[in-house]
């Protein structure tokens, strides 16, 4: 019970929804400065190419800071809505999404210093977009579990679909650049930029499927 006096606390389930949508807007960002690098001319989105990382790390904090205060109420809390250890899957898979998006933002426009993009890394970014919008979802309604036991069931389905593209997509790519290297097209620093670069995205998608099985492994104990 609240008392009148004291301020209400969000909800685990309202800190779930907030999670999801930093995790979103991240991503969000994240397919924002591949596009931006995609026409080839890289003074059009030299600007975008610089800040974007900046604000992805800010949204990480953000998480951060409720990974924090999820972890405190757990502590502190001596009955939860749900089993204390989902909560904590649930919370750190999360925060591992929007880790992945900034580490993978970091390495494009800090660490390799790229300038152009390429089509199978904007392809990733949009699979990663779709994943986090259907985390949106899913913590929405992960309030009501029985309820909304068939949505969310159908959701997790679509981040594994999507994990699957992204599998896809990585091997593509990275076929493609093997094959530029042998061509000589590329040389050897750019080809390990992108080897790493790729493979950063698609662990972007493996950990938004765990919050997937997460949310399964939920919905088993409570639907």
């Known amino acids: 019970m609240v008392w009148p006096w004291q301020k209400r606390q969000p909800s685990f389930f309202e800190l779930f929804e907030s999670h999801a949508n930093i995790v979103h807007a991240a991503a969000d960002l994240l397919?924002?400065?591949?596009?931006?690098a995609a026409s080839g001319e890289p003074a059009s989105g030299a600007h975008l190419i610089s800040a974007i990382p900046a604000s992805?790390?800010?949204?990480?904090?953000?998480?951060?800071?409720?990974?924090?205060?999820?972890?405190?109420?757990?502590?502190?809390?001596?009955?939860?809505?749900?089993?204390?250890?989902?909560?904590r899957a649930l919370t750190q898979a999360l925060d591992d999404v929007v880790d992945y998006i900034y580490k993978a933002s970091k390495a494009f426009a800090t660490v390799y210093e790229l300038q152009v993009s390429t089509p199978e890394a904007q392809r990733l970014s949009a699979t990663i977009l779709d994943g986090t919008k259907a985390l949106v979802q899913i913590c929405r309604l992960l309030k009501h579990p029985r309820k909304n036991a068939d949505a969310i069931r159908e959701l997790c389905i679509e981040?594994?679909?999507?994990?699957?593209?992204?599998d896809e997509i990585k091997e593509e790519a990275r076929r493609g650049i093997f094959g530029r290297l042998g061509a000589q097209t590329i040389d050897l620093p750019l080809y390990l930029?992108?080897?790493?670069?790729?493979n950063l995205l698609e662990i972007v998608t493996d950990k938004a499927e765990d919050c997937a099985n997460v949310a399964d492994q939920i919905l088993m104990k409570h639907s």
């Open 31 to 36: 397919k924002r400065l591949l596009d931006a």
């Open 56 to 87: 992805i790390k800010e949204k990480e904090h953000e998480a951060d800071v409720i990974t924090h205060a999820v972890m405190r109420r757990i502590n502190t809390e001596f009955i939860t809505p749900i089993d204390k250890e989902d909560i």
């Open 159 to 166: 981040i594994h679909r999507l994990e699957n593209m992204g």
């Open 193 to 198: 930029a992108w080897a790493d670069i790729y």
